[in-house]
Each structure stands twice: as structure tokens, then as C-alpha cells.
């Protein structure tokens, strides 16, 4: 495999372009982009294609792409949509590799969808058949500012930078450049998608991480076409550089708004934040925000955690701030008893003696500089916010001053608020000059700081890589018995076969049982005789539940009694139950009764666990109060994507706000907490192993100081469309553990078979140094030394689903080391992979080889929309054409490169 250029590269950074429908018709699409091209420093080929015109701007015009004298690299087309698809057609006989479609009349305009949806399908597949790839329609366009490239519906021009720019609204792209150029903010790409017909978010992240031009990237995003390449694209992205995101559709009136737009589906806000939140990223409201995040985080302005100690002034200033806190989920320190004992010794009698930290109205420098000494000092401080006000005896620019040389002495962060504006102004100067964050009102600091350290929170949880099992995760030192999957399986196949789309609560319970939950014991009455055993067999007092098919909601219709605390009880109430629900559904199906044990904690917990299932990310898992404390809104839950382990839990429990209920308070005990994280884990693996569950909920669970148990449960059920390899219906491809094995080598050592993860980083490193020039070139085809950053990311972080890669290890004195790899890397076409396989040189012709890519093969094979396997090799490699060729390759010359041969397998028989 050879990225040394990436295969988007013809179309965000073309060589040569054709403008097609130029113009010099002031109205005109094509005049505007001819004249931003002709504006720019471009030195590649420029075209122009109208055949109403002989020359444009002093240059020749060609009637037809055709015409052309040269292969393009990118011909950007500006023509009504209905002459698209033959201009399309067109340059895919002339070779062009790529296409811009900035018209607009196809899906998302809302003119006669039906039509433009008809006219998108088809030029998307002729373009497939000419392997020719699009961007658009109904785009602005994209600007390569460094290439000098401008091909966008706009009068803006841009700075070259190191933002790069995602975006699907057009008019917000305008927005952002407009504001970039009075505020000096430059740019490596600018892209927009328009409707994503061909080129998606996913692919233009790809190739915004391997662009040595783009620092940080800037998504604007209405809704998600391709949830898996979308997540796999932003978490490799994330781990080498900063990833801020707006997104619209936060209510139902702008999903709406995004999807008549964009023709992509929102989902829901909450997952959509949870999907965010594991990938490294932060979401934020303003294009302001964006750029005071990104100055912020060039700066090394890096918060360990979220605990915020405010400086003040001014009681009232301070008040504000930890308001805004609070609503935003900032935590405000607890100060350490030696802090305050040392600000009661420098500051007047009556400070605030708590955080916010007012110092006072006559607060001068020395005082703030003692006061942020204290609180740098404080190990229960992450970031310190300092706002000042100009009153009598204050002196803004040397407390300024003061505290930047404070700053510049420790790693914990400072931002500030200088409020006012005459007074002020040379202060904001200094804090700018320093790279200090400043602000004119607290509640954008409040904010900044809590983007920043969302930032490197969720930056922990990208690293997590969990597997689908919840005895496979390394972090759980725990025992897991292996779940029943194959009779949870039979449970749903058995229902689905009788047409049902709901699991009777028996059956819920089941599969929860199945999977290492406790439950309620529940067992069905179908007369008054067996409900008197029953009751007398589980031990008074017990809970009596209609069981019925028809039935969702029990209590609604008189079908759930509680806390019967006698056989008369029981008795009466059997009867009364059926006569209650005959009379509210008559036509309902009734099998019994379901008899179950009062569960009865003193110190029990109610909360309620769910699985739902959102349109773009598939299974997510949510948590909060249950019972009587269930909050009925679906909006702003607490919400994980599966799979979990136990530091994603941990993420969970937090964001539900939980904490308090589940530790020790006066006399009630803490909570089993390793119990609760039993369950969850378990739900995760239902949602990894049971695509077939559509929706799931316990309500309550009730955790104590012993235990947890899941008192009532109901699952919905559904025919998962068909998948093209494990784990398709989740956002997240869970580490796939099933893969790791063991291999003995020819001179009998042990090695270790594995998938990638990303902490093996260092051992990769490590590796490709160690390797030979010649096994270097052979496997990189130059002369390369080193991985780079970005470099080890692409091979270290990679989507399970589309890639794979197979690591052999040692492991000697507790030291694990790499000494293999093979990989592949599913091509866009979605049917071919490219392979790549090397072992370090002092394990050669041990067998290495062969184990690592008969692994690979089987891996790929599984995967049934991969078809055939391929790899590019240098003709002087003849070791490795030997080896392939034993592997059932086919070798033949390369379409592209003299210097190089193809090895072809087929995947499928």
C-alpha cells in the first residue's frame, strides 16, 4: 500500500481543471467561477468548455470536454441538472477522474424531487462506471487557497491556513469565509457537499488527515449519510488533529430544515452528541466559538479535568459565572482547606471564603497575584477563570501583566474576562500577545473552558476500543460467563416466525437471563389455582402482570397489581385483572397472568436502562432515573454508543448524574456500582450480538448495596436488514477479539496473532525502525526512516469493518514487542481491498508470513461484499511475487506504474 498520494487528490487539488459552462454573462454561475479562478495564483491547467463561445477572458473555449487536449483532473460543471448526466458521460469517455457539481435541481431542491432524485441516480451511475468520482450537486464548491484554486459559487476569498472546512449548507460556508477574511483566519481546503451523492463527510475527513497542509478541521454537518464511514473517518482525524463540529437540527424544526436541505437524516441530537463524544470531538454552537477553540488549543491551553476556579472582582460578576457553569455541566472546584487557609491570611476579612473567589471591589494586582497563586497551587483546581471589572482602585493592564507571568510559570490553564472597553483594551491586547484566551463577558469564558476540557475528556474516550464481549474487554478484571446467544437467538427467531415484533415480558426476561442479568423470577398463571401455587412457591408478598402479546403498556389498562400480600389477595385480584383489561381491550390476546416476587430493597435505586435505535447510528444505550422518577422526554438523555467498557461507563454514569444517588449518604449505603456496571456491559453486548433488538428497556432496575436486579423488562424486535459482515448495524465496529490467536513459529516460539489497536502506536514505531532499508522500501516504496504522527494514525486507528489489520507480537520479560503485520484496506469501490504483509527481518522464514496472510484472506472472505484481494508489488520483489503466488494470487503488469506488478485473488468462489 502506497499513500503517498490520496486518491481524493484529482478533486480537492487538481492539476488541471475544466470549467464547463463558463461564461461571461455577469449572471452566470460560470462567469463567477471563471472569474474566482482567474483571480487566484493557479499553476495548473485552466479550461473553459461553452460551445456558445470560441475564447473567454483572453483564452480558448472549448465546444465539448472532449475537445480538451489533455486528461483532467477535475471538470467542474455549472449547467442546468438536466444536462448533467450527458456531460457526466462525456467526461468519463474523456478519462477525467473527477467531477464538481455545483448545479443545483436534484434531490434536495425541492422542485420536482422525483425527477432530480431520477437524474442524481444517473449520474452517479455513469460516473461508477467510469470510476470517476463527484462532489455535489447542489454544492458552493471547494478552494484550495495554497493551490490557488477557487471554484465556489461565492464572491469570498480566503487566506491560505491551516483550518481545513467541511461543510453541507452552502450559505453557512459563505457565512464562515466572509467572516475568515476580516478576521484573518486562513484556510488549507474548503469543501462542500451539497448532497453528498458520491463524496461524502467520511472520504473528504480521509483525506483532510492526510494532508500536510490542514491543522484542524471545521465540520459543519445537517445529517449523516454513512454513519460507519463517517465515525471511522472523524475518530482517525480526531487523533491527530483538533475536530470542532457545528451541527444543526438540535429540535425538530431544524431536522426538518436540514433534511429538505441537505436530503441527509439528522437523528436523534442526543446520540448524535454521544457519537461526538466518542470520537474525540466537540460540538459548539458559533463559528465564534470554533476559532476562540482552536486558538485556544494551539495555544496549549490544555485542562486536565473540569473543575473551574473563578477570580473575581465582583460577587455579582462571579455569580454569573458559576450560573453559566452549572447550566452548561462545569464543575465549580471545592476548594482545599490549605487554600483557603492561605488566601484567609491575603485577602480582607470578608472574601468569599468559597469559589467564585471574590477578592473584592479594591482588589489591586498584588492581591489577584496572591489569589491565583493559591488556586494554581490547588490540586482540586483544573482552570482558572480570572474576570476583573475597572472599578476605583483597580488597575487592569498591570494585573494583566501579573497574572500572564503567573501563567507562563504553570501547565494549569487561564482564561479571563476583562469586562468593560476603554479601560480594558491594553489588557485584551496582553492576554492576546500571550495567547491567554480573553473575553468581554464570562459566560464565553465559562464556555471556552468547558469546550477545551470536553476536548481532552473525549480524547480519552476515543482511545477506548471495547470489544463486543463483556469478557474480552483487558480493563475488566471481573470473571464473565459466556452468554447464551444462541437461545436468546432462538427466543427472537421464534417470535419473529409468528409475525411478532414484541417479546412477551417472560421472554424479555429470558434473554436478559441469557446474558448474565439478574431478573425477577417470573412464572405465568393461566388459572386461580396456579396463581395461588405460584404465589405460594415464590414467597409472599409478590406482583401479578397481565401477559399479553396485545399489551405494551400494562398499568394503563389495569394489568399490573403490586405488593399483594396475601393468597386472598392473589385469589381476588386474578379475576379482577382479567375483567379490568376484557373491558379496556377486548380483543386482546390474554396467555395468563405473569407472577413474579415483590422486590422489596430498602436502599434500592430505581433506574431505568434502555436500548434505542436511532436511523443514522444504530443501537445506543441510555440511562437515568426509573420507576417513578422515569422523566418522560426523549430529548438531552444520557446516552453511550455501544460497545462499552468500563472508562465509557464511567463517561455514562457521569453525564446522567447519578453520582449522588449511588454513593454513601448518611446512613444509606453506596450502591453496588460494580454490579450496575455488570448489567451495563451486558446491554452492550446484547446491542453488539442482537441486531434483531430494535428497542430495549428495563424499568425499573434496582441497585443496592448487594446487587442489581431487573424487576421489569420489554424488548421490540425487528428483521435487521441484511449485513455485509458482523457488527454492520452498529456506528462503532467493537474490537473484533474473535480474530486473536496463537501461532507457533518454525523454531518454536510463541506468537500472538492479533487485530490492531490504537495503543499499539509505540509498537509499530518501533517496528518499522527496526526494519531494513530494503524491507522498508519494499513495503513503503521509499526510503522512509520513520512513521510520522499522521502516518501511525492511518495505521494504528483503523475501522474494523473497512480495514483490518493483523499484528504478530512477542512477549518476553512482561514486554511485548511487533515483529509482522499484514493488512488490507477495502478500496471505494466497496468490492476490492489492497493488501500489504512484512515481517521484521530476523523472523523471516519462519512461517510468519503465511500464518498473518491465510489470517488475513479468512478475514476478508467473511466480509461478503469484498470480492476480490489485491496487491501492488516492485518488479525487483521477487521473494514476494514468489510468496503470493503459493498464496493463489494471479500475477499480471500493473495498469499504471512499469516499475510495479499486480497480484490479484479472488475472494469468492
Same mark, same amino acid.
Given at each position: ?413 487561564? &482564561?479571563?474576562?476583562? =469586562?468593560?472597553?476603554?479601560? /480594558?483594551? +491594553? #489588557?485584551?491586547? *496582553?492576554?492576546?500577545?500571550? !495567547?491567554? $484566551? ?80 439478574? &431478573?425477577?423470577?417470573? =412464572?405465568?398463571?393461566?388459572? /386461580?389455582? +396456579? #396463581?395461588?401455587? *405460584?404465589?405460594?412457591?415464590? !414467597?409472599? $408478598? ?368
Amino acid at each position: 500500500m502506497n499513500h503517498a498520494q490520496h486518491y481524493l487528490q484529482p478533486l480537492l487539488a487538481p492539476a488541471s481543471i475544466a470549467i464547463i459552462g463558463a461564461s461571461n454573462n455577469e449572471e452566470s454561475t460560470g462567469t463567477l467561477l471563471a472569474c474566482n479562478m482567474l483571480d487566484m495564483d493557479y499553476q495548473g491547467r485552466l479550461f473553459f468548455v461553452n460551445p456558445k463561445h470560441k475564447t473567454l477572458f483572453g483564452q480558448p473555449c472549448y465546444a465539448r470536454v472532449e475537445d480538451i487536449p489533455q486528461r483532467l483532473d477535475l471538470a467542474a460543471i455549472c449547467t442546468p441538472a438536466r444536462s448533467v448526466p450527458g456531460i457526466i458521460e462525456a467526461c468519463g469517455q474523456a478519462g477525467t477522474r473527477t467531477a464538481l457539481i455545483v448545479s443545483s435541481g436534484f434531490v434536495a431542491s425541492g422542485v420536482l424531487p422525483a425527477r432530480g432524485a431520477v437524474l442524481e441516480r444517473n449520474l452517479v451511475e455513469i460516473a461508477r462506471r467510469y470510476r470517476m468520482r463527484l462532489l455535489g450537486p447542489n454544492c458552493l464548491g471547494i478552494m484550495r487557497p495554497a493551490n490557488g484554486i477557487n471554484l465556489t459559487y461565492t464572491r469570498c476569498s480566503v487566506h491560505p491556513g491551516g483550518i481545513g472546512l467541511i461543510s453541507q449548507s452552502g450559505a453557512l460556508c459563505t457565512a464562515i469565509l466572509d467572516w475568515a477574511q476580516s478576521n484573518h483566519v486562513g484556510f488549507s481546503s474548503v469543501v462542500t457537499l451539497g448532497t453528498s451523492s458520491d463524496v461524502d463527510f467520511g472520504e473528504a475527513l480521509d483525506y483532510m488527515v492526510s494532508d500536510p497542509k490542514t491543522k484542524s478541521i471545521f465540520l459543519h454537518v445537517e445529517g449523516i449519510r454513512n454513519a460507519r464511514r463517517f465515525m471511522s473517518a472523524l475518530r482517525a482525524a480526531a487523533r491527530c488533529k483538533p475536530v470542532l463540529v457545528i451541527k444543526v437540527g438540535r429540535h425538530p424544526a431544524g431536522e426538518q430544515a436540514a433534511l429538505s436541505h441537505s436530503g441527509a437524516v439528522a437523528g436523534d441530537d442526543d446520540v448524535f452528541d454521544a457519537a461526538l463524544r466518542r470520537a474525540g470531538v466537540v460540538r459548539l454552537s458559533t463559528v465564534g466559538q470554533m476559532y476562540a477553540t482552536v486558538q485556544a488549543l494551539f495555544a496549549h491551553f490544555q485542562p486536565r479535568g473540569n473543575r473551574l476556579a473563578i477570580l473575581t472582582n465582583g460577587g455579582g460578576l462571579g455569580a454569573m459565572a458559576a450560573d453559566h457553569a452549572d447550566d452548561i455541566g462545569v464543575q465549580l472546584a471545592e476548594l482545599a482547606p490549605q487554600t483557603r487557609q492561605t488566601l484567609d491570611k491575603a485577602l480582607p476579612a470578608d472574601w468569599s471564603r468559597r469559589n467564585p473567589v471574590d477578592i473584592g471591589g479594591e482588589a489591586h494586582p498584588a492581591r489577584y497575584t496572591l489569589a491565583m497563586k493559591a488556586l494554581q497551587e490547588d490540586a482540586h483546581v483544573d482552570g482558572i477563570l480570572a474576570i476583573l471589572s475597572p472599578q476605583a482602585r483597580s488597575d487592569p493592564t498591570q494585573t494583566a501583566r501579573a497574572l500572564i507571568d503567573l501563567a507562563r510559570q504553570s501547565e494549569k490553564p487561564l &482564561v479571563t474576562c476583562w =469586562m468593560g472597553e476603554a479601560q /480594558v483594551r +491594553e #489588557a485584551r491586547l *496582553l492576554f492576546k500577545a500571550a !495567547g491567554i $484566551p480573553a473575553f468581554r463577558t464570562p459566560e464565553a469564558a465559562v464556555e471556552l473552558f468547558s469546550h477545551l476540557s470536553s476536548y481532552f475528556h473525549n480524547q480519552k474516550l476515543l482511545q477506548q476500543t471495547p470489544a463486543a464481549s463483556a469478557g474480552s474487554s483487558d480493563d475488566n478484571a471481573v470473571a464473565y460467563p459466556p452468554a447464551r446467544s444462541d437461545s436468546a437467538r432462538l427466543i427472537i427467531e421464534t417470535a419473529l416466525h409468528e409475525g411478532r415484533d414484541t417479546l412477551s415480558e417472560m421472554e424479555s426476561k429470558s434473554l436478559l437471563a441469557a446474558f448474565h442479568i439478574p &431478573v425477577a423470577q417470573t =412464572m405465568l398463571a393461566r388459572s /386461580v389455582s +396456579e #396463581a395461588l401455587v *405460584l404465589a405460594e412457591e415464590i !414467597g409472599l $408478598p409478590v406482583a401479578m402482570k397481565i401477559d399479553s402479546p396485545h399489551i405494551i403498556e400494562k398499568s394503563g389498562c389495569g394489568g399490573v397489581r403490586l405488593n399483594l400480600t396475601s393468597l386472598v389477595a392473589v385469589r381476588d385480584t386474578y379475576q379482577i385483572m382479567h375483567e379490568d383489561v376484557r373491558r379496556c381491550l377486548p380483543e386482546a390476546q390474554i396467555n395468563g397472568i405473569a407472577i413474579e416476587p415483590m422486590v422489596i430493597k430498602p436502599h434500592g435505586h430505581e433506574l431505568r436502562i434502555a436500548i434505542v435505535h436511532d436511523p443514522i447510528f444504530g443501537p445506543a444505550i441510555t440511562l437515568g432515573p426509573g420507576g417513578k422518577n422515569a422523566t418522560a422526554t426523549t430529548r438531552r438523555r444520557p446516552v453511550a454508543l455501544p460497545p462499552l467498557n468500563s472508562l465509557l461507563i464511567g463517561d455514562l454514569l457521569q453525564s446522567a448524574r447519578l453520582g449522588n444517588q449511588l454513593t454513601a449518604r448518611g446512613s444509606l449505603p453506596a450502591v453496588n456500582r460494580q454490579a450496575l456496571e455488570n448489567v451495563l456491559l451486558r446491554i452492550s453486548e446484547m446491542a453488539c450480538e442482537l441486531p434483531w433488538i430494535h428497542t430495549l428497556e428495563i424499568d425499573p432496575l434496582i441497585v443496592d448495596e448487594q446487587g442489581a436486579v431487573a424487576v421489569d423488562a420489554r424488548i421490540a424486535i425487528t428483521q435487521p436488514a441484511q449485513q455485509s459482515a458482523a457488527y454492520a448495524h452498529m456506528a462503532i465496529h467493537p474490537y473484533p477479539s474473535a480474530l486473536v490467536s496463537q501461532f507457533t513459529t518454525r523454531n518454536g516460539r510463541q506468537v500472538t496473532l492479533r487485530p490492531i489497536k490504537p495503543e499499539d502506536a509505540g509498537l509499530t514505531q518501533a517496528f518499522v525502525c527496526g526494519l531494513s532499508p530494503q524491507s522498508r522500501y519494499f513495503r513503503f516504496m521509499n526510503a522512509m526512516r520513520e512513521v510520522s504522527p499522521a502516518q501511525l494514525v492511518r495505521l494504528t486507528q483503523i475501522d474494523y469493518d473497512r480495514e483490518m489489520a493483523l499484528i504478530a507480537t512477542l512477549h518476553d520479560a512482561g514486554i511485548e514487542s511487533q515483529i509482522g503485520v499484514a493488512r488490507y484496506a477495502t478500496n471505494p469501490d466497496g468490492a476490492s481491498c489492497e493488501f500489504a504483509v512484512v515481517v521484521a527481518d530476523d523472523w523471516q522464514g519462519q512461517g510468519l508470513a503465511r500464518a498473518l496472510m491465510t489470517a488475513l484472506i479468512e478475514t476478508a472472505r467473511k466480509h461478503s461484499s469484498l470480492k476480490t484481494m489485491y496487491g501492488d508489488i516492485l518488479i525487483e520483489n521477487q521473494h514476494m511475487l514468489d510468496f503470493v503466488k503459493k498464496l493463489g494470487f494471479t500475477t499480471s503488469a500493473h495498469p499504471d506504474e512499469t516499475g510495479l506488478k499486480r497480484s490479484v485473488l479472488a475472494l469468492t468462489p
